[in-house]
C-alpha cells in the first residue's frame, strides 16, 4: 500500500515537472507580444534578456521542484489545468525576479499582465473566493500605495517603487486579504535573513541595495501553501 502510494507521488511529480516545462515554450511567445504589453520601451530589453536567460529558467526549475515536493508529500490534488496554471504563473514570477535582481526594476510589462492572469488563474491555484481575492487587492495594491504615500511625506524620499504596490496588487488578488500578513512574514523574514548573509560575506558593508520583489513572489507562493496550517497553528497556540 505504501508503495502504491509513493508510486502515485512520484508520477505526479514527474507529470508536474514535466508539464510544467512543457508550459515554457507557450509563454516564451510574450516576447512576440511585447509592442502589445511593454508600456515602456526601456523595459523592452530586460524583458527579452531575462526570456532567454538561464537565470530565469534556474529559477523557474527552483519553483517547480518546491511545489513538486509539495504536492508529493501532502494530500494536494492536482489537476492538469492547475498544474499549467501553476506553471505559468511560477514562470512570471521567475521572470520578474530575474529583472529586479539584475536591473532593480519591476517592469509593467509583466506586473500589470500578472494582475490579469492571477485574477483569472486564482480559482485553479487558490481556495479563496471572490470577495476574499478583492480584498487582497484593495489591501495589498491600496495598503502599499499608502504606506509608499505616508513614507515619501515623512522623509521626502521614495522609499517603494511603483512597481512594487502593481505587484502587491496582483499578490494580493491571488493570497486574498487574510493571505497578506503571511506573505509579508515570509518575505521579510527571508530578506532579513538574505541581508544578515550578504552583510556577513562582504565584511559588513552592503554597497547595492536588495530588491523586494523577490521576496514578495517567493512569500506569495508559500503563502498559497501554507495559509491553512499557518492559522491552524496560530489558533492552537492561541488556545482557540
Keep these: 500500500m505504501y508503495a502504491e502510494n509513493c508510486k502515485e507521488k512520484i508520477t505526479l511529480f514527474l507529470f508536474f515537472y514535466c508539464h510544467g516545462f ?4 507557450t509563454l516564451a511567445l510574450m516576447e512576440f507580444l511585447k509592442d502589445f504589453f511593454a508600456f515602456d520601451k526601456d523595459e523592452r530589453p530586460l524583458i527579452k ?7 530565469t529558467y534556474l529559477i523557474f526549475a527552483g519553483y517547480i521542484a518546491m511545489l513538486s515536493l509539495y504536492a508529493i508529500f501532502t494530500s494536494a490534488e492536482l489537476t ?6 501553476w506553471a505559468g504563473i511560477a514562470f512570471l514570477f521567475s521572470l520578474l525576479t ?3 535582481v539584475k536591473h532593480y526594476i519591476l517592469p509593467d510589462h509583466i506586473t500589470l499582465p500578472l494582475i490579469l492572469v ?3 488563474l486564482f480559482p485553479l491555484t487558490s481556495e479563496i473566493t471572490p470577495t476574499q481575492s478583492f480584498w ?3 489591501i495589498g495594491g491600496g495598503g502599499f500605495a499608502l504606506l509608499a504615500y505616508v513614507f515619501f511625506k515623512v522623509s521626502g524620499k521614495h522609499g517603494m517603487g511603483g512597481g512594487d504596490i502593481k505587484l502587491m496588487a496582483a499578490l494580493g488578488i491571488w493570497v486574498g486579504g487574510m493571505g497578506i500578513p503571511i506573505l509579508m512574514l515570509f518575505a521579510s523574514l527571508s530578506s532579513l535573513v538574505t541581508l544578515f548573509i550578504r552583510k556577513l560575506f562582504s565584511g559588513g ?3 547595492d541595495p536588495l530588491p523586494f520583489g523577490p521576496f514578495l513572489c517567493a512569500g506569495a507562493v508559500l503563502s498559497v501553501l501554507f495559509s491553512d496550517a499557518y492559522w491552524q497553528l496560530t489558533q492552537n497556540f492561541l488556545g482557540h
Design 80 to 85: 492538469p489545468e492547475s498544474i499549467y496554471a
Design 205 to 207: 558593508k552592503l554597497k
Design 49 to 55: 534578456e531575462a526570456i532567454i536567460s538561464l537565470q
Design 118 to 120: 492571477l485574477y483569472f
Design 22 to 25: 512543457l508550459f515554457l515554450p
Design 98 to 100: 530575474n529583472v529586479d
Design 136 to 138: 487582497g487587492l484593495i
